[in-house]
Nanobody, 124 residues
Framework: QVQLVESGGGSVQSGGSLRLSCAAS????????MAWYRQAPGKQRELVAD???????NYADSVKGRFTISRDNAKNTGYLLMNSLKPEDTAVYYC??????????????????WGQGTQVTVSS
C-alpha cells in the first residue's frame, strides 16, 4: 500500500557530503515521524536521526553537528544531509516512516514502513 524509495547514496572521500532522499508513495493519509537508520557490516541497525511531522528533530550523538534531517510534507519526502563524512559513517542507510494509511475496509490505520536501503561508503 505504501512504498518508501531511497536515493542519494554513493561513495565519497572523508570530509565529503551526500544527501539522501526518501520518497513515500501510495495510499497515504498522513505521515507522522520519519527517521533514518543505518547498519554497518557486523553491527546492529542504529537510529541516526528522526523528525516529527511538526519538524522536531533528534540525532544520534555520533552525527550531531554534521547531519541534518528534514522533510517536505507536501511531497511526502524526507531528507538526510550528511556533511563532514567519516569512514565510520559507512553503512547501509534505511528510511523509516510511521504512516497513516487510507484503507477501503478499515478507514485510516497506522503502519510502519522501511525503505530498501541505500549504501553510503566513505573512504579515508
Amino acid at each position: 500500500q505504501v512504498q518508501l524509495v531511497e536515493s542519494g547514496g554513493g561513495s565519497v572521500q572523508s570530509g565529503g557530503s551526500l544527501r539522501l532522499s526518501c520518497a513515500a508513495s501510495g495510499s497515504i493519509f498522513s505521515i507522522n515521524a520519519m527517521a533514518w537508520y543505518r547498519q554497518a557490516p557486523g553491527k546492529q541497525r542504529e537510529l541516526v536521526a528522526d523528525i516529527t511531522s511538526g519538524g522536531s528533530t533528534n540525532y544520534a550523538d555520533s552525527v550531531k553537528g554534521r547531519f541534518t534531517i528534514s522533510r517536505d510534507n507536501a511531497k511526502n519526502t524526507g531528507y538526510l544531509l550528511m556533511n563532514s563524512l567519516k569512514p565510520e559513517d559507512t553503512a547501509v542507510y534505511y528510511c523509516n516512516a510511521d504512516v497513516q494509511v487510507s484503507t477501503t475496509a478499515w478507514g485510516i490505520k497506522g503502519y510502519r514502513y522501511w525503505g530498501q536501503g541505500t549504501q553510503v561508503t566513505v573512504s579515508s
